[in-house]
């Protein structure tokens, strides 16, 4: 098993920053694709951000240059830095483990911006 703990959302106004971080602990496995992903009220959950175990990046169209994924290997966390924010990034952000025999969801915290 493998659990995810999120930190770091809350209330920001536009053009502002947060920085969110994402602990995993458990059978993590070292290759493995960490990554974000958000849901807003009536919509579907949507990728924002993944980084592989190797440090290969993909980025929603809608966050390139103003988003960054990092990680950490050693210390099985995924950070995820937000420049730039607009009223439309506002949602639950998830963070989320792939690796071979399964994939987990973290349980999510709440990102405002406020225009």
């Known amino acids: 098993q493998v659990r995810l703990v999120e930190s770091g959302g809350g209330v920001v106004q536009t053009g502002g920053s947060l920085r969110l971080s994402c602990a995993a602990s458990g059978s993590i496995f070292s290759i493995n694709i960490m990554g974000w992903y958000r849901q807003a009220p009536g919509k579907q959950r949507e990728l924002v951000a993944i980084?592989?175990?190797?440090?290969?990046?993909n980025y929603a169209d809608s966050v390139k240059g103003r988003f960054t994924i990092s990680r950490d290997n050693a210390e099985n966390t995924v950070n995820l830095q937000m420049n730039s924010l607009k009223p439309e990034d506002t949602a639950v952000y998830y963070c989320?483990?792939?690796?071979?025999?399964?994939?987990?969801w973290g349980q999510g915290t709440q990102v405002t911006v406020s225009s």
């Open positions: 989320h483990l792939s690796r071979l025999g399964g994939e987990y």
């Open positions: 980084i592989t175990s190797g440090g290969s990046t």
